[in-house]
T-cell receptor, first 111, second 116 residues
Framework: KQEVTQIPAALSVPEGENLVLNCSFT??????LQWFRQDPGKGLTSLLL?????REQTSGRLNASLDKSSGRSTLYIAASQPGDSATYLC??????????FGQGTELSVKP | GAVVSQHPSWVICKSGTSVKIECRSL??????MFWYRQFPKQSLMLMAT?????????EQGVEKDKFLINHASLTLSTLTVTSAHPEDSSFYIC????????????FGPGTRLTVT
């Protein structure tokens, strides 16, 4: 059974810092891995999707990497801004197409 | 593109009543939709997978008679919480998947259900 873990659970940084969010999964037989952002009381916004055959994806200040063999993914946020404050969720997509979510990392970027 | 809407965005109902939540893919056809629930400060838990024209597949521990799912068209799936109780109060989120082989899910904005 796939389990997804995110570390840290919460993170507070000053504006401008580069930061890394970690995600690990127990079953490497994934179809893809997705990173989402969730603002309080809102739905999910897809940030990046990495197919199982890919190593990384980039969008603006965001870069996500995937290492299937070690069961790890990281989300790198460059030059963080207060508007980046949100909960970040990673989710592993199994071969059946279902998403298994981690518990999320609550990020706070202080001005 | 790939926009998913939910209606209502929030609902308050009395214990014992039923509530229907709609999930629509606005600019694409979705043969598969998913329903999740999320408790405060917790992650999303998959409740069921909904395929157009067939019965939904429920995850272990989810009561199919309590959470009725209908996926009558390629753009609409509904979740009905029957005989709602306060413990059913939660944030319900749907997602829709394009049948393009990439398995990317697009999420709705969620529905906040409060049962009094």
């Amino acid at each position: 059974k796939q389990e997804v873990t995110q570390i840290p659970a919460a993170l507070s940084v000053p504006e401008g810092e580069n930061l890394v969010l970690n995600c690990s999964f127990t079953d490497s037989a994934i179809y893809n891995l997705q990173w989402f952002r969730q603002d309080p009381g809102k739905g999910l916004t897809s940030l990046l999707l990495i197919q199982s055959s890919q190593r990384e994806q980039t969008s603006g200040r965001l870069n996500a990497s995937l290492d299937k063999s070690s069961g790890r993914s990281t989300l790198y946020i460059a030059a963080s801004q207060p508007g980046d404050s949100a909960t970040y969720l990673c989710a592993a997509c199994n071969q059946g197409g279902k998403l298994i979510f981690g518990q999320g990392t609550e990020l706070s970027v202080k001005p | 593109g790939a926009v998913v809407s939910q209606h209502p965005s929030w609902v308050i109902c009395k214990s014992g009543t039923s509530v229907k939540i709609e999930c629509r893919s606005l600019d694409f056809q979705a043969t598969t939709m998913f329903w999740y629930r999320q408790f405060p400060k917790q992650s999303l838990m998959l409740m069921a997978t909904s395929n157009e024209g067939s019965k939904a597949t429920y995850e272990q521990g989810v009561e199919k008679d309590k959470f009725l799912i209908n996926h009558a068209s390629l753009t609409l799936s509904t979740l009905t919480v029957t005989s709602a109780h306060p413990e059913d109060s939660s944030f319900y989120i749907c997602s829709a998947r394009i049948s393009d082989g990439y398995y990317e899910q697009y999420f709705g904005p969620g529905t906040r259900l409060t049962v009094t």
